[in-house]
């Protein structure tokens, strides 16, 4: 039996905002930017970023963490991925140190996420070098995303009124 209401494929849309999260099972993404990096910390569920280490102010001690602009490739979006979790930030570190890889704004990675909670776990694999689309690169350059702010607890998103600052070149493997 057909329902009138919806079709029958109609699916809800994900809604990420404009900050990519990691899902169970594969997340393809590109990175766009050089990361910033810094310490997080949450007071009254909102987060406080340094860039160096500060006391702990929640019931948790502040975790290391680095931030930069990506394509997630599973929608197709740019937004801003927040990495706290040290696998992810050690392999990352690996590549980026590996001759035969090196900076990772050159090519697709795949983190994997399975378990849950405290059983959660997270591989990270690169695909072979590629060019990045003229489009996304433009579409990224306009949005002159200031990941700076994020240290201010402002929206990086926000443009600035007067001149955009330089937006870095993302290299073309």
Avoid at 21 to 38: P, T, V, Y
Avoid at 49 to 56: F, I, L, P, S, V
Avoid at 61 to 86: G, M, R, Y
Wanted: proline share 7%; no cysteine.
């Amino acid at each position: 039996m057909t329902n009138p209401f919806l079709p029958a494929s109609y699916e809800l849309p994900t809604q990420n905002g404009n900050y990519m999260k990691f899902k169970q099972g594969d997340n393809n993404f590109r990175i766009l930017s050089s990361a910033i990096i810094g310490w997080i910390d949450w007071d009254n569920k909102k987060p406080i970023r340094t860039k160096e280490k500060q006391e702990q102010i929640g019931e948790n001690p502040p975790k290391h963490f680095w931030a930069f602009v990506v394509l997630d490739l599973d929608d197709n979006e740019v937004e801003i991925l927040e990495v706290t979790q040290s696998t992810i930030q050690t392999a990352i570190l690996a590549l980026v140190k590996n001759e035969k890889w090196g900076d990772p704004k050159g090519y697709d990675l795949t983190v994997t996420r399975t378990g849950e909670d405290l059983l959660t776990k997270y591989t990270v694999v690169p695909s072979p070098h590629t060019k990045l689309d003229k489009e996304v690169e433009k579409t990224y350059k306009e949005m002159e995303i200031n990941l700076e702010a994020l240290y201010d607890g402002a929206n990086p998103f926000e443009k600035k009124a007067g001149k955009p600052e330089e937006v870095e070149e993302v290299p073309h493997f």
